[in-house]
């Protein structure tokens, strides 16, 4: 998956921000095309170690990606004191088979690490990400 430098800094600037608490949200774009859009979203379990996106938020997000055509690509959170690697929470929570999972770590702040996975049926298999 190719994801544009600007919405990579992004995601990494809204997980030091909400440090110590994980970050959430979701990446979406046109059908077959890029990732175009990156929604930040409220992790309402305000917690280092769980997210739980804003239902109201997602509802929003949602429309607004159903109107414009697209289709959500991306689920992301960070991981403040983990490897950027799905854990058996995360695993559990993943309802969206045909999304990617971006994960962020912030054990090295200065160079956090990004990395996606697909999760199907509790099978998690890490797909490689070009930032561009």
């Keep these: 998956m ?3 430098r600007q919405l990579a800094d992004a995601i990494v600037q809204q ?3 909400d440090e110590p608490n994980e970050c959430c949200g979701i990446l979406a774009g046109p059908n077959g ?3 175009v859009k ?3 979203m409220t992790n309402t379990q305000h917690s ?3 997210y739980s996106m804003d239902g109201r938020e997602m509802n929003t997000v949602l429309r607004d990606i ?3 055509d697209w289709e959500l690509q991306v689920i992301y959170h960070s991981h403040t004191h983990s490897p950027a690697e799905p854990s058996k929470t995360d695993i559990g929570l993943a309802t969206y088979p045909d999304s990617y999972y971006l994960i962020v770590s912030l054990l090295d702040k200065t160079n956090p690490d990004l990395r996606i996975f ?3 049926n509790g099978e998690v ?3 490689p990400v070009v930032i561009t």
Excluded: N
């Design 33 to 35: 095309g890029g990732v």
């Design 15 to 17: 997980a030091l921000e």
């Design 2 to 4: 190719d994801l544009p």
């Design 118 to 120: 697909r999760i199907v």
């Design 125 to 127: 298999s890490e797909e």
């Design 66 to 68: 159903d109107d414009q």
């Design 38 to 40: 990156r929604y930040a």
């Design 48 to 50: 280092p170690y769980r």
